[in-house]
């Protein structure tokens, strides 16, 4: 399959290459869409009186833009470039696990589609904002079937952004070249691995808030509409994702600039190991600061006052990282090249926006500033500016080395200039609209706003065509630009210096087989896509694509069982300090960190609604004791069993595997019997259902997620049954019965706190 | 069959753990006196089945990593949700 153009290569390919490059053409649609909605709404702001859009359509205009700007454009052009680049970088024959960065691509691909046709649907779309905040994402406020659908096709891009994330952890810690240590590790991709630990730890709490929402708008629970849950639960939930969000966007963009302006400043970046230190301090306290987003509402004012501290102290990383590319600059002999024009455009953004950003970390400040245009043209400068022009720099320092062509840089520095007026034009007359309030088609028509929303217009007029002018001048240089030179930058980063010659997708597999490429990726993510409109609009559906989706994991065990995409002999060469572990059992635990979170979010939205409650029935009233019990020395046995498995395969006995796995699994089924077959019907029976209050929902909504856990340890289980009934296990070669093994334990151990935080407190 | 011994003897240590947790339900004491009893017992046991069977406790400190900062942003998230509404 390899060479030329093949449509059925691109579906079914597991090059981190070629994903990259379907990653960078699928966000740039994602961009031109949503700023055909930026220049809609624009226009609309600057002649409001002609009523382009009305408020409602202004509203789906405005969510769906921030929505896919920041979630589908900005955030996945990071991970484009991390694709190709990050295994060239580190020396790594392709990311830890390509079939799962397929699947990656194909959820993120279907869910962008999925939220585009939710406008489509009767009623329209979401109209909420991107923060869909509750109780106005509930169906109280908003009925129309189309914010269900916009709400999951989050969810799945959710679990699209968390397999990214295991993969590319795994990948950098374990995957390494000899060599290739933290010292010398390149900076783009200390970028990388801070954007995507960060994806790791605060996607999942969104993750928790699709799901309770979803449960809310489908099965009737009450969290976010509830007095006891309702905006504040959301909030807490929604910004704990969604300020490290804001980061998630720009580390990238920031490892992109770290690359380009030492290169063209022909100097090290200054201070590296002190700006990678600065970086990581960047990443912890991101996930310390999520409060400052909820100074507006009634929540104590000490935990506000604590957050406003965390919020200045990020500044002082966050101004190492910038002064580290600034002094970098200091006595250097600098060539001005498209790709540092770009760089510094971006490092000018990063400061303004900074700037403008403190004065949000200020409670008092933040009463004034919240709702009007400032804040809007501060995150754009930090969001927009910094990112776009951070990597719109590695769109042209690295175009060479991915097409082997040279773009026209004299048109290129010019189109520069005219997107960097443009964007100003566009932002900063937003600093001086700071009392017009935000998210509304229409506003008072004030003198002095009305000028400035037309000088504000006309920059997106000149900034949108200028950026796509730029797209078009790579688009004419690939197929029609001279030849590059190898290295045209001198560069001298690893994937210029290690590998010479240009790196072409098209025409270079780069190490893996043939064998690598797939169908079963796109089809699981097209059946998981199927499942998510089945939740949002048909029960039917949901289950027929279940079945689907089940028979589709069989094929993939399959050609597990078969070993047909196993890398025979290879072996870690930096993996420091993960000596002792396989990248699968690290991969498995960088998953559970990440369901840590989940498991983690949903109990603490239980404990918030029941510390909320006045009243709160007794646990003895509503639950069997005694099933509780029965059920939690089920769990426990079941661990004996599959750890008693494990230990029989290490010592060869075959029989003892097959043995400890077939009584995990029956265990496994007795819990859901109990629990499904038994436990659920007599609640219900005695009312104590969806409609009956908080404490059933947040019983069904907790533990009914955790019997979906048990659900997937059982089919894992039953995979390696029928691996160990072929032989597949043996004593060197046992380490999925482990893996298995973790992920069954961490279910076990949830269920450990679920049991007396309903059946004994 | 010297470690299946003592992952037995561990199963044993959990389950007789499940038994006193039932128990102290019945203990007469201030209600956050017991529930504190018990989510300390629901701790040590998570620990251990971490430990032993997820065999943390051999595998070197550094995995461990992985999951305490997972606890250490979700105690955050849940101290901050809690004492935001008290």
Redesign the interface.
């Known amino acids: 399959m390899s060479g030329g153009f093949s449509i059925r290569r691109w579906l079914t390919t597991t090059n981190h290459k070629e994903i990259g490059i379907l990653y960078m053409v699928t966000s740039l649609y994602f961009l031109v869409f949503a700023g055909f909605l930026a220049g809609s709404m624009r226009t609309q702001l600057a002649f409001p009186w002609l009523g382009l859009l009305d408020p409602f359509r202004y509203g789906q205009t405005v969510t769906l833009h921030g929505l896919i700007m920041i979630l589908w454009f900005l955030s996945p052009l990071g991970i484009a470039f991390a694709n190709y680049f990050v295994p060239l970088q580190i020396g790594a024959k392709d990311l830890a696990f390509p079939r799962l960065n397929a699947v990656s691509y194909w959820l993120y691909l279907f869910s962008g589609l999925m939220l585009v046709s939710s406008v489509f649907m009767p009623g329209g779309g979401p109209d909420t904002g991107w923060t869909l905040y509750a109780p106005l994402a509930t169906t109280q406020y908003t009925p129309q079937p189309g914010m269900t659908v916009a709400v999951l096709a989050l969810g799945l891009l959710a679990a699209s952004v968390t397999i990214s994330s295991v993969n590319f952890i795994t990948t950098i810690v374990w995957c390494r070249r000899k060599g290739m240590s933290w010292r010398v590790l390149p900076v783009f991709t200390w970028g990388v691995l801070a954007t995507v630990a960060l994806m790791l730890y605060a996607f999942p709490s969104l993750g928790v808030g699709i799901i309770l929402l979803t449960a809310d708008r489908v099965l009737g629970t009450m969290y976010f509409s509830s007095l006891q849950g309702g905006g504040i639960l959301w909030d807490q939930l929604f910004w704990f994702f969604g300020h490290p969000e804001v980061y998630i966007v720009v580390l990238p963009a920031l490892g992109v600039m770290a690359e380009v302006i030492p290169t063209f400043a022909r100097r090290p970046l200054f201070g590296k190991q002190i700006w990678v230190v600065e970086l990581t301090l960047v990443t912890v306290l991101s996930i310390m600061v999520w409060v400052h987003h909820m100074f507006l509402t009634g929540i104590s004012f000490d935990v506000r006052e604590t957050f406003m501290l965390t919020t200045l102290a990020i500044s002082v990383p966050f101004e190492g990282v910038v002064v580290g590319m600034v002094l970098t600059l200091r006595k250097a002999s600098i060539r001005i090249t498209v790709p540092m024009l770009y760089a510094f455009g971006a490092l000018f953004f990063v400061i303004l926006g900074g700037i403008t950003g403190v004065f949000q970390a200020s409670i008092a400040l933040d009463y004034a500033l919240r709702g009007g245009y400032f804040i809007v043209g501060h995150f754009h400068y930090v969001m927009v500016g910094t990112t776009i022009f951070g990597l719109w720099a590695g769109l042209f320092y690295w175009f060479p080395k991915m097409t082997g062509r040279m773009f026209n840089e004299w048109i290129a520095k010019l189109l520069f200039v005219v997107q960097f007026v443009g964007f100003n034009l566009l932002y900063f007359p937003m600093f001086f609209l700071m009392d017009m309030p935000r998210r509304v088609s229409e506003y008072p028509l004030n003198p002095e706003w009305i000028p400035l929303n037309l000088l504000s217009t006309a920059g997106a007029y000149i900034w949108a065509p200028a950026g796509l002018l730029g797209l078009l001048n790579l688009a004419y240089a690939l197929f029609k630009g001279r030849k590059s030179e190898e290295n045209p930058w001198q560069a001298q980063a690893p994937e210029w210096v290690n590998l010479p010659g240009p790196i072409v997708a098209l025409s270079n597999l780069n190490g893996y087989a043939e064998e690598g490429y797939t169908h079963l990726p796109l089809v699981a993510s097209f059946l998981i896509l199927l499942f998510a409109y089945g939740v949002a609009l048909s029960p039917s559906l949901a289950l027929v694509s279940l079945a689907a989706i089940l028979v589709t994991t069989a094929y993939w065990f399959r050609d597990h069982i078969r070993e047909k995409f196993s890398i025979v002999g290879e072996r870690a060469a930096e993996n420091w300090p993960f000596f002792t572990q396989s990248k699968e059992k690290l991969g498995v635990w960088v998953f559970l960190a990440s369901e840590i979170i989940i498991f983690g979010s949903i109990i603490s939205s239980y404990l918030y609604v029941r510390v909320a409650s006045i009243t709160w029935p007794a646990a003895t009233q509503t639950h069997n004791l005694t099933i509780g019990t029965l059920n939690t020395i089920i769990l426990l046995t079941s661990s004996l069993s599959i750890i008693l498995a494990l230990q029989s395969i290490k010592e060869g006995n075959r029989k003892g595997l097959i043995a400890g796995l077939g009584a995990t699994m029956i265990l496994g089924v007795a819990f859901l019997a109990i629990k499904l077959g038994f436990e659920w019907p007599e609640l219900l029976a005695k009312g104590f259902n969806l409609s009956s209050g908080l404490a059933a929902d947040t019983y069904y909504a907790t533990t009914g997620a955790h019997a979906i856990h048990v659900a997937v340890g059982l089919v894992a289980v039953i995979y390696l049954l029928a691996k160990a009934v072929r032989g597949g296990f043996t004593v060197e070669n046992h380490h999925a019965v482990e893996n298995v093994g973790v992920y069954w334990h961490f279910v076990d151990i949830v269920w450990m706190f679920l049991f007396p935080l309903f059946y004994l407190i | 069959m010297k470690?299946?011994g003592f992952?037995?003897a561990?199963?044993g240590i959990?389950?007789l753990a499940?038994?006193l947790?039932?128990a102290?339900?019945s203990i007469q004491a201030a209600a956050i006196v017991?529930?504190f009893g018990?989510?300390i017992?629901?701790i040590t046991?998570?620990v251990l089945?971490?430990s032993i069977?997820?065999?943390l406790w051999y595998?070197?400190k550094?995995?461990s990593l992985?999951?305490a900062?997972?606890?250490i942003?979700?105690t955050?998230?849940?101290l901050?949700?809690?004492?935001?509404?008290?």
């Open positions: 470690e299946k992952y037995v561990v199963w959990l389950v499940t038994i947790e039932v102290t339900r017991v529930a018990i989510i017992i629901s046991k998570a089945i971490a069977y997820q065999h595998e070197g550094i995995l992985l999951p900062v997972a606890l942003a979700l955050l998230l849940l901050t949700a809690i004492l935001g509404v008290m």
